[in-house]
């Protein structure tokens, strides 16, 4: 080869490296604003920021495409306009016409600590006492299918609707079928689903319900034609309200696996209310409806229904997401696993907490408490699995009991003490922390207490635990697994 050639070629080479240096250059360059634009705007914590940047310099463009679409905040904006107002303070409370000094006078025989959290939703998360209830709880949620669909059937005014996932199934077609003939009827029928949990049902699903009269909205659109930031940002809440006299919610949405007939074993918690409470579902549907058609709501119109519950089961309805600056449900179950004295028993999906919720059980378990947590032995998301046994595994470490249930477990529950439960939507990991919009009702009293304790000691008769034998005969390939997933849950 001539001196010529040789040196065109260094050169070439030369030119190559340059551009390559420039195309890193810039990628650092990109990363640093964009490093910059997490730190200053979006407010993440400090491990989020680190997993992510590590993101951006291993794989820039795919992470910065991943970012634009799952890791911004979302555009809520818009949601203030509406409804922000209705669920604060003593507007609340005009509303329910209830006050505290009401309930303290109800009869409710509970303990100093139950009455202190009662105040501290009060103050905390608004969230006024409703007194008179009528609470049935379900482990058999096709009871719960029948039920609803029973109590839609004898709807005279309106059917207000929010679910999370929405199936093309058995129960679907039902349910739809129902709300079409009332919507027919003259009854005002509202419908509201998360855009990305029911994208598989379909516009056309829908539209027999609109072609008779009735609503259906989405809830933050997941389309990619808008290239918003909203499409990792989901609403999770679970809730039919009828007349305004009775309302379900609970863990289950609407498709045939929640009443164990998919392909995976299944077991759900869900609730039937009647009494006081109806009107906090309400106000909390009227509020996401208000933000998913982009229009005002008339509260004017909105009026709170005579009822004949005498019962004093007293409830909290408290309520989260992204639109809110504190993360108020994982601060609510903080604050009660530091005050638990005998127990705190929950039953979750998924387990993915943060260091705050995780210290939190940590220290309530080497003071004595008998913490429990219940999971799935069968997963749906095997991956999130591996995160889920990984944080576990820590928790047997620290004296937390951990029972591994032998179905697909996706009940949100949670018993603290003798007086205090809660059946909801939350889940205990990072997406119901910041990411969902989330709601639970807390419920008082020994006796819906009672309830709860059998339910999960009727579970916990079937489970496995996962004892620190079984925490340390874990394979490699499991440890290594856990090591990762639990790396890059605060993508999540």
């Given at each position: 080869?001539?001196?010529?050639?040789?040196?065109?070629?260094?050169?070439?080479?030369?030119?190559?490296?340059?551009?390559?240096?420039?195309?890193?250059?810039?990628?650092?360059?990109?990363?640093?604003?964009?490093?910059?634009?997490?730190?200053?705007?979006?407010?993440?914590?400090?491990?989020?920021?680190l997993i992510w940047s590590l993101a951006f310099?291993?794989?820039?463009?795919?992470?910065?495409?991943?970012?634009?679409?799952?890791?911004?905040?979302?555009?809520?904006?818009?949601?203030?306009?509406?409804?922000?107002?209705?669920?604060?303070?003593?507007?609340?409370?005009?509303?329910?016409?209830?006050?505290?000094?009401?309930?303290?006078?109800?009869?409710?025989?509970?303990?100093?600590?139950?009455?202190?959290?009662?105040?501290?939703?009060?103050?905390?998360?608004?969230?006024?006492?409703?007194?008179?209830?009528?609470?049935?709880?379900?482990?058999?949620?096709?009871?719960?299918?029948?039920?609803?669909?029973?109590?839609?059937?004898?709807?005279?005014?309106?059917?207000?609707?929010?679910?999370?996932?929405?199936?093309?199934?058995?129960?679907?077609?039902?349910?739809?079928?129902?709300?079409?003939?009332?919507?027919?009827?003259?009854?005002?029928?509202?419908?509201v689903v998360d855009d990305f949990g029911t994208?598989?049902?379909?516009?056309?699903?829908?539209?027999?319900?609109?072609?008779?009269?009735?609503?259906?909205?989405?809830?933050?659109?997941?389309?990619?034609?808008?290239?918003?930031?909203?499409?990792?940002?989901?609403?999770?809440?679970?809730?039919?309200?009828?007349?305004?006299?009775?309302?379900?919610?609970?863990?289950?949405?609407?498709?045939?696996?929640?009443?164990?007939?998919?392909?995976?074993?299944?077991?759900?918690?869900?609730?039937?209310?009647?009494?006081?409470?109806?009107?906090?579902?309400?106000?909390?549907?009227?509020?996401?409806?208000?933000?998913?058609?982009?229009?005002?709501?008339?509260?004017?119109?909105?009026?709170?229904?005579?009822?004949?519950?005498?019962?004093?089961?007293?409830?909290?309805?408290?309520?989260?997401?992204?639109?809110?600056?504190?993360?108020?449900?994982?601060?609510?179950?903080?604050?009660?696993?530091?005050?638990?004295?005998?127990?705190?028993?929950?039953?979750?999906?998924?387990?993915?907490?943060?260091?705050?919720?995780?210290?939190?059980?940590?220290?309530?378990?080497?003071?004595?408490?008998?913490?429990?947590?219940?999971?799935?032995?069968?997963?749906?998301?095997?991956?999130?699995?591996?995160?889920?046994?990984?944080?576990?595994?820590?928790?047997?470490?620290?004296?937390?009991?951990?029972?591994?249930?032998?179905?697909?477990?996706h009940s949100k529950t949670l018993l603290v003490?003798?007086?205090?439960?809660?059946?909801?939507?939350?889940?205990?990991?990072?997406?119901?922390?910041?990411?969902?919009?989330?709601?639970?009702?807390?419920?008082?009293?020994?006796?819906?207490?009672?309830?709860?304790?059998?339910?999960?000691?009727?579970?916990?008769?079937?489970?496995?635990?996962?004892?620190?034998?079984?925490?340390?005969?874990?394979?490699?390939?499991?440890?290594?697994?856990?090591?990762?997933?639990?790396?890059?849950?605060?993508?999540?």
């Amino acid at each position: 080869m001539s001196d010529y050639a040789l040196n065109i070629k260094m050169l070439a080479a030369a030119d190559t490296i340059n551009t390559a240096l420039l195309v890193i250059e810039i990628i650092f360059i990109l990363n640093i604003f964009a490093i910059a634009f997490m730190v200053f705007r979006e407010r993440r914590n400090p491990q989020s920021i680190l997993i992510w940047s590590l993101a951006f310099y291993a794989v820039p463009v795919i992470s910065f495409v991943l970012y634009l679409f799952i890791g911004r905040g979302p555009r809520l904006t818009k949601k203030k306009k509406y409804l922000s107002k209705v669920l604060q303070g003593k507007k609340f409370y005009t509303v329910l016409e209830k006050s505290f000094d009401e309930f303290s006078n109800a009869g409710a025989k509970l303990s100093e600590d139950t009455v202190n959290f009662i105040k501290f939703n009060t103050r905390y998360n608004c969230s006024p006492c409703c007194v008179e209830n009528e609470v049935k709880l379900y482990t058999d949620i096709q009871q719960q299918y029948d039920d609803m669909l029973a109590d839609c059937e004898k709807a005279q005014s309106v059917i207000n609707v929010l679910y999370f996932i929405y199936k093309d199934s058995e129960i679907g077609r039902l349910f739809r079928e129902v709300l079409v003939r009332k919507a027919k009827e003259g009854v005002i029928v509202r419908v509201v689903v998360d855009d990305f949990g029911t994208w598989m049902a379909g516009k056309k699903f829908f539209e027999p319900i609109e072609q008779a009269g009735g609503e259906v909205v989405k809830f933050l659109s997941s389309h990619l034609k808008y290239l918003n930031r909203n499409i990792n940002y989901r609403n999770h809440r679970k809730m039919v309200i009828i007349d305004g006299e009775v309302a379900y919610t609970g863990g289950a949405n609407i498709g045939d696996e929640y009443a164990n007939k998919g392909k995976i074993p299944w077991r759900d918690t869900h609730l039937r209310i009647r009494g006081d409470n109806v009107a906090a579902l309400n106000l909390r549907f009227l509020q996401d409806y208000a933000y998913a058609t982009d229009r005002k709501v008339d509260l004017a119109t909105f009026a709170i229904k005579e009822h004949n519950i005498k019962s004093v089961v007293p409830m909290q309805l408290v309520a989260s997401g992204p639109d809110i600056e504190e993360q108020n449900l994982k601060t609510t179950y903080i604050r009660l696993i530091y005050g638990a004295k005998k127990r705190v028993w929950i039953q979750t999906p998924y387990f993915i907490p943060d260091e705050s919720f995780a210290d939190a059980l940590k220290v309530a378990a080497l003071n004595g408490v008998d913490v429990r947590i219940m999971i799935p032995g069968v997963p749906d998301k095997k991956l999130v699995y591996f995160a889920t046994k990984g944080y576990c595994a820590e928790m047997v470490k620290r004296g937390v009991k951990v029972f591994i249930h032998p179905r697909f477990l996706h009940s949100k529950t949670l018993l603290v003490d003798d007086e205090i439960s809660s059946v909801g939507t939350f889940n205990i990991d990072i997406r119901s922390f910041k990411l969902h919009f989330e709601m639970t009702d807390f419920i008082y009293g020994k006796d819906f207490a009672s309830q709860m304790e059998k339910v999960f000691l009727d579970d916990q008769s079937g489970c496995t635990e996962m004892d620190k034998e079984a925490v340390k005969n874990r394979t490699k390939r499991e440890r290594f697994m856990e090591c990762a997933m639990r790396i890059f849950s605060p993508l999540l």
